[in-house]
């Protein structure tokens, strides 16, 4: 059974740039997709961006170019690196899988999560 | 593309409850919803419309129609107090869109 860890620092001060990394146990990244998803306090879930294991990414344009994703499938992690933070940064970040074309149909869902990771914004 | 979900719903134990997720021809694209529960990770319930991944209750149904998609919970029971959220993968602008997000109380 496929687990997700996310793993970072919990402090970083505004300006400064905030590095996460997802580790996957139980499967190989081959041929799947890897989202970072956040949620400030009390609100609802963004999407940030995803990565291929290939490598391609998608983004949210909402970062506005802020936002850097790599994946290192032989060490089955992947990576998220957000510049220029502000307390607006300040949430809970998930990682998660999407299955893509698996067994013949397209997936779009992300049906596997990490617990999350405190990330908080504060000089 | 925005979804919107109304940010409640109270049901009795027993009853059915519904959450919403309208937006613009929404029952043209595939939508998923996940529960999520205070301090926990969200879960997927649904996927595809209407599927339901291994261990998901058939309590738990989807539907769409024009511009609605619904989440359906039958037979509702206290543990299914959480947060629902529904989402889609906006295939004109490559990327994932969630709902606002919608508290089930169970009474």
């Known amino acids: 059974q496929v687990q997700l860890r996310e793993s970072g620092p919990r402090l970083v001060k505004p300006s400064e740039t905030l590095s996460l990394t997802c580790n996957v146990a139980?499967?190989?990244?081959?041929?799947?997709?890897w989202n970072w998803v956040r949620q400030s306090a009390g609100t609802g879930l963004e999407w940030i961006g995803r990565?291929?294991?290939?490598?391609?990414?998608n983004y949210n344009p909402s970062l506005k170019g802020r936002v850097t994703m790599s994946a290192e499938t032989w060490k089955n992690q992947f990576s998220l690196t957000l510049t220029s933070l502000t307390a607006a940064d300040t949430g809970t970040y998930y990682c998660?899988?999407?299955?893509?074309?698996?067994?013949?149909?397209?997936?779009?869902?992300?049906?596997?999560w990490g617990k999350g990771t405190t990330v908080i914004v504060s000089s | 593309y925005g979804l919107t979900q109304p940010p409640s719903v109270s049901v009795a134990p027993g009853q059915t409850a519904r959450v919403t997720c309208g937006g613009s021809n929404v029952a043209t694209k595939t939508v998923h919803w996940y529960q999520q529960k205070p301090g926990q990770a969200p879960v997927l319930v649904v996927y595809?419309?209407?599927d339901r991944p291994p261990g998901i209750p058939e309590r738990f149904s989807g539907s769409s129609s024009g511009n609605t998609a619904t989440l359906t919970i039958s037979s509702v029971e206290a543990g299914d107090e959480a947060d629902y959220y529904c989402?889609?993968?906006?295939?004109?602008?490559?990327?994932?869109?969630f709902g606002s997000g919608t508290t089930v109380t169970v009474l």
């Open positions: 998660a899988r999407t299955r893509g074309l698996t067994d013949g149909h397209f997936y779009y869902d992300m049906d596997v």
């Open positions: 989402q889609i993968w906006d295939r004109g602008r490559d990327l994932y869109v």
């Open positions: 990565i291929y294991s290939s490598g391609t990414t």
């Open positions: 139980g499967d190989s990244m081959m041929d799947y997709y």
């Open positions: 595809d419309e209407f």
